[in-house]
């Protein structure tokens, strides 16, 4: 079975600092990855995905994500955070050719921009 | 304005209650979702429909029923089985493909027990 872990639980940023969040993934076949946010009292939205082709996926509001293969990774960066940044990102992963219904999420990161 | 709606935003049950969740949506999708979010623990999922009157359980559906009489409507019942309710629900949708699908979520209906 596939898993997905999120190793920072809480990350605490000043306005205008790089971000990198971590996404690491078992499953030894091929995959689709996701990133999702949650803004505070707002729905989960997609932050950008990963299917095949370039393996530097940029995202909106400035997000990007890279996946490498060899790492299992997907990790989430963005340059310089801003204060509306503050959410809770959720990565995601599902086997390609198994269907949306083998989706699974990691825990989450909240991430607290202090201005 | 596409998108997916659910309701109500809040709910509370009592002890020995049924409570039925609703989502609808107007995009036309035909795959749709719950999920169930507890604080640390992710999303998991409860139930999915690929197509109108058929359903498969998730990770978690003990103390959950659903129906899908429509295509736009997958309501979600949390029985008096289930015996720790209080969660945050989600309710998604997409086009189904083995390759390249896509879900998106409703603004979810945060369950509480009195």
């Known amino acids: 079975a596939q898993s997905v872990s999120q190793h920072n639980h809480h990350v605490i940023l000043s306005e205008a600092a790089s971000l990198e969040l971590g996404c690491n993934y078992s499953?030894?076949?091929?995959?689709?990855l996701f990133w999702y946010v949650q803004y505070p009292g707002q729905h989960l939205q997609l932050l950008l995905k990963?299917?095949?082709?370039?393996?530097l996926v940029k995202g909106i509001k400035g997000f990007e994500a890279e996946f490498i293969k060899s790492k299992f990774s997907f990790n989430l960066r963005k340059p310089s955070v801003q204060w509306s940044d503050t959410a809770e990102y959720f990565c995601?992963?599902?086997?390609?050719?198994?269907?949306?219904?083998?989706?699974?999420f990691g825990t989450g990161t909240r991430l607290t921009i202090i201005p | 304005d596409g998108g997916i709606t659910q309701s109500p935003k809040y709910l509370f049950r009592k002890e020995g209650q049924n409570v039925t969740l609703s989502c609808e949506q107007n995009?036309?999708?035909?795959?749709m979702y719950w999920y169930r979010q507890d604080p640390g623990q992710g999303l998991r999922l409860i139930y999915y429909?690929?197509?109108?009157?058929?359903?498969q359980k998730g990770d978690i559906a003990e103390g959950y029923s659903v129906s899908r009489e429509k295509k736009e409507s997958f309501p979600l019942t949390v029985t008096s089985a289930q015996k720790n309710p209080t969660a945050f629900y989600l309710c998604?949708?997409?086009?189904?493909?083995?390759?390249?699908?896509?879900?998106?979520f409703g603004p979810g209906t945060r369950l509480l027990v009195l």
């Open positions: 998604a949708s997409s086009i189904p493909s083995l390759l390249e699908e896509t879900q998106y």
């Open positions: 499953y030894g076949g091929t995959v689709n």
């Open positions: 990963y299917f095949s082709g370039d393996p």
């Open positions: 995601a992963v599902n086997a390609r050719n198994f269907g949306n219904e083998k989706l699974t």
């Open positions: 995009l036309n999708h035909d795959a």
């Open positions: 429909s690929q197509i109108v009157n058929d359903f």
